[in-house]
């Protein structure tokens, strides 16, 4: 089946600090990648949607400047949170879409600000 | 804009016995709907979809879900649970015009006692 990976799984940075995680598709071409935040015991927020070669599309309200995206392939797109602070830590979960409507989703990395 | 309501935060039963974890959403339009299912710390699964045709949909895991249109509901049955579907339940709506974007209910965690 689609595999979908994201690096890190967990990571700490200090305040002030710019963080990148990774979200690949392992077995298929993904034309759109979509990255999720999650609050604990809460449900997915869409962040943005990206396509391979294009600008991510941001949700209402989700600072573009603060959440940078990059899809630089049809198999690896990366957020990068930028001057991360404490309100910034959450799990963040990408999916993948190839040819059909389904997404497939990634384990999440949680990260934590201090 | 589509919604969707998962009326039960919580649903705890014992092991063996039946469960339905409830699912309505709000579209002007047609939709595709999907329940996934999330472990601890984990990304979320797909358990099974609606795309069109039958209205009845088998799953993974023994998990099945009824389409409704009449009642815009999509709920999720299993005839027996095992302790091992202990988990966080997810049920996601999308349409026929912009089948990127997923609304997600706020989720059911799903309490399997032995």
């Known amino acids: 089946g689609a595999v979908v990976s994201q690096h890190p799984s967990w990571v700490i940075c200090k305040s002030g600090t710019s963080v990148k995680i990774e979200c690949r598709s392992l077995?298929?071409?993904?034309?759109?990648m979509f990255w999720y935040r999650q609050f604990p015991k809460q449900s997915l927020m869409l962040m943005a949607t990206s396509n391979e070669g294009s600008k991510a599309t941001y949700e209402q309200g989700v600072e573009k400047d603060k959440f940078l995206i990059n899809h630089a392939s049809l198999t690896l797109s990366t957020l990068t949170v930028t001057s991360a602070h404490p309100e910034d830590s959450s799990f963040y979960i990408c999916s993948a879409r190839g040819g059909s409507h389904e997404q497939y989703f990634g384990p999440g990395t949680r990260l934590t600000v201090t | 804009a589509q919604s969707v309501t998962q009326l039960d935060s919580q649903v705890p039963v014992f092991e063996e016995a039946p469960v339905e974890l409830r699912c309505n959403y709000s579209?002007?339009?047609?939709?595709?709907l999907f329940w996934y299912v999330q472990y601890p710390n984990q990304g979320l699964q797909l358990l099974l979809k609606?795309?069109?045709?039958?209205?009845l949909v088998k799953g993974i895991n023994g998990f099945e879900a009824e389409f409704n249109k009449s009642q815009t509901s999509f709920h999720l049955r299993k005839p027996s649970v095992h302790i091992s579907d202990t988990a966080e339940y997810f049920c996601?709506?999308?349409?026929?015009?912009?089948?990127?974007?997923?609304?997600f209910g706020s989720g059911t965690k799903l309490n399997v006692k032995p």
């Open positions: 609606y795309l069109s045709g039958s209205t």
């Open positions: 996601a709506v999308s349409d026929f015009y912009n089948f990127n974007k997923f609304y």
């Open positions: 579209s002007s339009v047609s939709v595709y």
């Open positions: 077995d298929f071409q993904a034309t759109t």
